[in-house]
């Protein structure tokens, strides 16, 4: 309720310039201002004290790797590497939905099962890298393998959860209406669990790029952590850190298309999610 | 068997808890109900009263005993009832056509001709022009509103009410009786709604079943002669009165009543 008075609020002063925005939402200015403050401190601290690149490189040092890197081979890797997150993903985060949907169908059935889910789930997913890398090759498809690995277990989790998340009410109207149990799922279960799944998907996409990142530090012949190894190796630090911006970028965008999609999809629990997050 | 609608004998109803440990919940429960009629079932928390409901709603088995529609056994939901519980309990992915919908879609009916029909119990229930709104823009009165056209949108025989206006304000509460009884009226189907008011179960009433706890069973089946079509002035007359006093002093022998 007091939600929806502070929207309508907004929409009766809603400010024109960017300083009016600022002002109205001083976070965004503060936030740039601290980046700001940081980095020149940064920079500042290295050319003062005369740090070594090879500990910590300048700002702009990182900054010059970076378009160097840009404007040379990081899309290539970028390339392989977005590809393995996203096809590990797809493949994991299918994998675990499905799974979940089987398991969520009786509790027998998760009680039997469960155990050994869990125990996949708490074996570290770096130490099965190595074997996966023998199993698959030192291709895209053993990094694509180890992602799903990963991506597998929010969804298996987050799609049990929610298929229980259905009111006993909601169900029982339905049933009192003759509806069958796939009728009940679809119509009640299945909805009721997308904001669920979605908050799945959203810790297994972020965890979908580190997947791919390991499997390329176990063996691999491109992508960005394959060149993270290369640039280490070579004492090339700032490129190290152009790298890991790239990376940065690319989950925070993969998180923001899973946000806008749920957004979408789960329209009606817009406004609690905002408050979730915000919180 | 007449014209009953609904027929019920020495129905039981047994639950065992977890500590297994087992409750009655209905004892030897017998009435029928009228084609057309308007019953309502009144008593305390505990007496079973929404047990029962379900029962006939399909949704929960029976211990023993016979529940018949027109002289058939009822086994589970029927295609021919409607039901509206205490919350509106609406999808809030779908609009309000679509909740009002729902049944048909459940039923595989005919979508067009009921959506005409949709749009015509919306329109009886004052909600014409919300059938495309979601129904967290509606107020609890409205959303209980779209519950009951729900119910009534696929022209089932039997509507079913487990104190659908009990999570409303009192005054929300007395218009939606009212609203109930002109729905109820237009639509000519046979109700039975399930109360811990007394006067509403009164007001609404043709007939009065009124049960009492542990276990629960009947106590008293009372006729309600007052004239329709009933408004609230109704309440202020001397035998609604003598009605509601009746029941009241009923429960407070039983000492079921603290009020």
Redesign the interface.
């Known amino acids: 309720m007091t939600d929806h008075d502070d929207e309508l609020l907004d929409t009766g002063a809603r400010p024109k310039g960017v300083w009016q925005a600022c002002l109205r939402q001083p976070e965004i200015g503060l936030a740039i201002l601290l980046f700001v403050v940081v980095v020149g401190c940064w920079e500042g601290a290295v050319r003062l004290f005369d740090i070594p690149k090879i500990v910590l490189p300048s700002p702009s040092a990182v900054g010059a790797a970076l378009w160097l890197g840009l404007s040379t081979d990081f899309p290539h890797h970028f390339a392989v590497t977005f590809f393995e997150t996203l096809g590990g993903f797809v493949l994991g985060a299918a994998g675990g939905l499905i799974l979940g949907v089987l398991v969520g169908q009786s509790r027998l059935m998760e009680r039997t099962v469960y155990p050994y889910i869990v125990a996949f789930q708490t074996l570290p997913k770096v130490a099965i890298a190595p074997i996966i890398v023998i199993w698959f090759g030192y291709g895209m498809s053993s990094k694509i393998v180890i992602t799903a690995t990963i991506a597998f277990f929010p969804l298996l989790a987050n799609t049990i959860v929610g298929l229980r998340a259905a009111p006993q009410d909601q169900i029982e109207l339905l049933v009192a209406f003759t509806a069958s149990r796939w009728q009940v799922f679809r119509l009640a279960r299945l909805p009721q669990a997308l904001p669920y799944i979605f908050v799945g998907l959203d810790v297994a996409i972020v965890l979908s790029v580190i997947g791919a990142i390991v499997g390329e530090f176990v063996g691999a012949q491109a992508g960005l952590g394959y060149l993270i190894l290369q640039k280490n190796f070579n004492m090339d630090m700032a490129g190290v850190f152009a790298i890991l911006i790239v990376l940065s970028v690319m989950g925070i965008g993969l998180h923001l298309v899973v946000n806008a999609i749920q957004r979408r999809v789960v329209f009606w629990m817009d406004s609690s999610s905002d408050k979730v997050m915000g919180a | 068997m007449s014209n009953d609608l609904i027929t019920v004998k020495g129905l039981e109803k047994t639950y065992r808890t977890r500590e297994g440990t087992r409750i009655h919940a209905l004892s030897n429960v017998d009435f029928a109900v009228r084609e057309g009629e308007f019953v309502t079932v009144v008593g305390p928390s505990g007496c079973g009263k929404s047990t029962l409901l379900?029962i006939l709603?399909?949704?929960l088995r029976r211990s023993a005993g016979i529940v018949q529609m027109r002289g058939q056994g009822l086994e589970g939901?029927?295609?021919e009832?409607?039901?509206v519980?205490q919350?509106p309990?609406l999808?809030?992915?779908r609009t309000v056509l679509e909740n009002v919908m729902?049944?048909v879609?459940?039923?595989r009916r005919d979508r067009t001709r009921f959506r005409e029909e949709a749009l015509r119990y919306l329109k009886m229930v004052g909600l014409e022009g919300f059938a495309d709104k979601?129904p967290?823009e509606l107020s609890g009165g409205m959303q209980q509103r779209v519950g009951i056209t729900r119910a009534l949108v696929?022209d089932p025989s039997l509507l079913?009410m487990d104190e659908p206006f009990g999570a409303l304000d009192a005054m929300t509460r007395e218009m939606m009786n009212l609203e109930l009884l002109r729905i109820w009226t237009e639509s000519r189907k046979t109700a039975l709604l399930v109360t811990h008011s007394i006067p509403e179960a009164v007001f609404l009433a043709d007939r009065v079943i009124v049960m009492s706890p542990r276990p629960g069973r009947i106590s008293e089946i009372l006729e309600v002669d007052l004239p329709r079509p009933r408004t609230l002035e109704v309440i202020n007359s001397p035998a609604f009165g003598r009605l509601v006093s009746a029941i009241r002093a009923h429960f407070q022998s039983l000492g079921t009543l603290d009020a």
Do not use: D, M, T
């Open positions: 379900k709603a399909g949704i939901p029927s295609r009832v409607g039901v519980f919350a309990v999808l809030p992915w729902l049944p879609e459940i039923q979601y967290n696929h079913l």
